[in-house]
Every structure is written in structure tokens, then in C-alpha cells.
């Protein structure tokens, strides 16, 4: 008889519990579809996703009240999904010393994310001095709109 | 009749998910035989060097993190490499240990899903499951560190991101202690086995002559003998300090076959090297910054005042990994040029393949680890005739799946 070292293991393993998660269910459900919906009704519930490492690097939360607009974080992003924008445009009346009174557009700057095209690299959330963007716990993104707006931080 | 005495010529790819570097391959065949093989690559050009030059070097070393999805330390290492010595950036020890962990790790990942990848090739799936599984350790270790399983991102120019703190290295310890555990197991059930024993011996062999003339790196150099590593050859991070000696069959065996065997011996006994490297750098971690420069800004200047030309190496888990960085005052590079290290070793293709069986192609293939298990989809012409035939890849998986069984009995 040939040696077959591997029929051992399989033995040992059959009777071992599985070390994979069985995410988002241990048994495939007859409907996808209807399984979800049940979820989001509160009548199932699913098996939750190994839990992410203290450093993990996922969908970027952004904070636009701490952010002041620098535009730093463009200088490092590797995939240009960093845009600046105005925000928001606003008009405000100002009055000069003769006392005349004029209308102007005021923007203050900030910026926008396309989550679609970040790579999740940190680079945004290590520059970034005041504290406006961390990468988030999020990671289950996939989408068929880039454009989404759970896509689009900002 | 006479149909069956024409070659048939079996065009493979372009384009198979399962390949980093998609490539074609043409083969002869006669019945089951291969006669000749030719290949052509370049199938798939995504532009990275292209978007590199208009990138400064902070940018692009997350960009190499994408060239590959199993190598994700090696280009970001040998770019920051280049980078650093045309800007004259002296990285700090401590990096330079924390770069050669994270390195070490990927190797033993890598290792351990070709061996996985192997095993299924040869339609020996528990082998591949349980690969995959005891892969996880090292996932979770560079998980640990890096943040992520799969693009780490921990390297900066002039050092790491993520320094290694106390309280990790227990975790890192112990997934090492478990591998050590296990290596005997992998040994056995890989090496000992009688169809993997039957399958592999003398499939695809690359003299050492022919390793050498090709200029075939990694471990199928070193399954054909050839002392070629980088870690010993030409030192850099935390190699210089370590006694790194080249991997070769020799290990397992008395002879060098360079066949698809010995490059499985190669790679297994390569794994309990990294396990070694990875002990020696934790327990020899140097104190102190992690950086050369922490603010981006910093090294950003830096760039701006280099001018010149440098190449970065790396031994990466299939081999030398090439970077060129050409910079002139300017945070943007002028070119950047990478050769993976596949890229080198797929040039034996036409080699090892001529006089394999059609049921050998994909261990053959996957042998010198591009992980390609033949193809999606292949076209057998019988050019007499012009008729065509479609092989899928379950069809020629199943030849080889059938061949193993004719083994067995
Ligand atoms: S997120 Fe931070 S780095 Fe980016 S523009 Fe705002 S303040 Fe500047
Ligand atoms: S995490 Fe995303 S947005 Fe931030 S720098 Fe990296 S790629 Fe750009």
C-alpha cells in the first residue's frame, strides 16, 4: 500500500469543529433574498463577521466640521480619490468702511472621498493634523454605483 | 484516422483570473504530448508605471502594494528601496527588523497558498483546504501588525508605518510556535506523499544548466540548484545580520532533480527558514524610531532635492523583484520600471513543458508559482481539419484529477 499520510488527518478532522465563521449563515438559506429581508425585519439573524483588528483599515469616516480644508491628504493619496471641494457656498453680505454694502460668494473649502476608488492605504488619516479622517471598521462595500452615497464621504 | 496524427496546437490564456501576470501560452501537442510550448506576455497592461510618473514616491509606494495581491510587502520594499538611495534616506534599524518580519511572514503565506494551489492541481483538495487553513496563521499575524490581511501598507519611504509593539509579540510568537508544531505534519503530508510522490518526481525539470542560462530566480532557481538568493547575496534590511543560506532540495534529499518535487521541497523547507528569521528579528529587535522622517512633508523635500538613478531588490517569495527609480529634482519620478520576479521564471515555460503530458500542464505551471491552473478556457485546433475543440478548465482539470486516480489504483 502507498503511503498516504493525509488519510489520517482526515479522520482526526471529521470529527473537529469547523474553524471557518459561517458568515452570514451556517446553513444556505432556500432564498437569499427572503433570509435578508427577515434580517432587516428582526425575524432572523446573522452570523456575525470575525471581528476586525484594533488597526484595521476600512471604510474612511470623515469628519467635515474638524476638517479645515488644508488639502494635505490630496498630496498623499495614491489613487486621487481625494477632491477638494467648495463647501458650502454660501453668500454673505459685507459692508466696508465706506459703508457700502456687497454681496459675495463665500466658500470655505473641504473635501470629498470616493470611496470607490480608495484603496484603504491610511495615508489620509496619518497626515491629516486636525483629526478629520480615520479609517473606519466598515468593509462590506461592495456596490453596483460607485457613486452611491453611502459611497461618498463627505 | 490520420485527424489523430496532426499536432494540435492548444493556445492557453490570455486571461485567467487566477494569474498575477496573465499571460499566453501556445502548446503542440500530439495525442497527449506536448511537442513544443511558446508563450507571450505582456497580456495585460494595467498602466501602474504610467500613473507612478505623475505620483510623487509617498504615493506610489501604496500603489505598488496593488501590483500584486499575494506579494504585498515585495514591491512596496524594493520601491522604497530605490527611492531611498537616490534621496539618500538612511532607514532605521528598527525598520529595517519590522520590514524583514513583514517580509518573512509573506513569504511563508505565499509559500503555503502555492502549496495549496499545487495540491489542487493535482486534484488533492483536502491538502489544498488544510494548506489554506494552517495559511491563516500568518494572515492573522500580518493582520496583527499591518491592520490588514492582504494589502498591508506598512511601508513607508524611509521606513515602516506600523511599528511592532510588546504587547504584539506574544501573538506573533505563538502563531510561530504553532507553525514549528506543524512543520512536520506539512513535511510529511506534502513529501511523503505517494501520488504527490508519483505526480510531481521528474515532471517539469529544469537542469541547472538551463536554470542558470534562463536566468530563473527564486525557488525554482533553487530547486535546480543554483545558490541564487538575495538575502545572502546582497543583504539589505535586516538580512545583514541574520545567516540567511539559500534554500536547496539538498535539504530533503541527495539529489537535485529540478523538478516540480524538489521546487515543493524547496518551498516547504523555505517556510521553516522564515519561521527561524522571523524568532531571530523578535528577539534581536533594536529600540527606536520607525521613521527616518515622520512628516510626510519631510520626505517629500527629500525627494525634491534627489537626482539620479537606483535599482531596489528584494527576494520576494517567488524571487528577485526589480524596482528602477529614475528621479531629477522633482517630487515626481521620472521612470519607474518594475520586473517581477515571475516575470523572469515563466520564460521556462517552453521548457519544462516540452515532452509533459496535456494532464501535467497545470502542476507543471503552477510549479514555478504563478499560481495558474491551466486556464479558464482552451482552444484545441486541429489546423488538417479546422475544426476547434473547447477544452474549459474543469475539462482539463479533470484530466488531470483522472490521472492521479489512474495512479492510485
Ligand atoms: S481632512 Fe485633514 S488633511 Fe484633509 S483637508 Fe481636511 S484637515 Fe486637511
Ligand atoms: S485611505 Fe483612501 S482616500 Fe485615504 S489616502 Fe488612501 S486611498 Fe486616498
Redesign the pocket.
Known sequence: MAKLPMFREILGQSVKKPVTNLFPTIRMPKSITRFFRSVTEGKAEIVPPVATPPVFRGKIV?DRT?????????KVCPTHA?E?VAYPPMTVTVTDEKGNVTEKLKTE???RIYIASCVFCGQ?SD???????AMGNEFLLATEDRFAEEQIAE | MTAKKVPYIVPVGPIHPALKEPVHIELTVSGEEVISADFTPGQTHRGIEWMGLSRNPVQIVHLTDRICGICGVTHSLAFARAVEQIADITVPERADYVRTIIAEFERIQSHLLWAGVAAHELGFDTLFYLAWRVREGAMDAIELISGNRVNYDIIQIGGVRRDITEDQFEPIRRCLANYKDLFGKLKMLFLEDAVINSRCKGAGRLSFEKAMAYSTVGPTARASGCTADLRADYPYAAYGDLNVKPVLPTVYSNDINGDTYDRIVVRIFEIAQSIEIIEECLANMPVGRILWEEKVAGILAACKKAKGEAVGLHEAPRGECLHYVAMDLAEIPIAWKVKASSYSNLHVWPLILKGAQLADIPIIVASIDPCLSCTDRVVVTDAAAGRTKIFTKEELTRLSYEKTRRLMQ
Not at chain 1, 474638524?66 to 490630496?74: K, T
Open positions: 470623515y474638524a476638517c479645515n480644508g488644508c488639502g494635505l491628504c490630496l481625494i477638494q473649502k473641504r473635501i489620509c497626515i491629516c493634523t486636525k483629526g478629520a479622517v
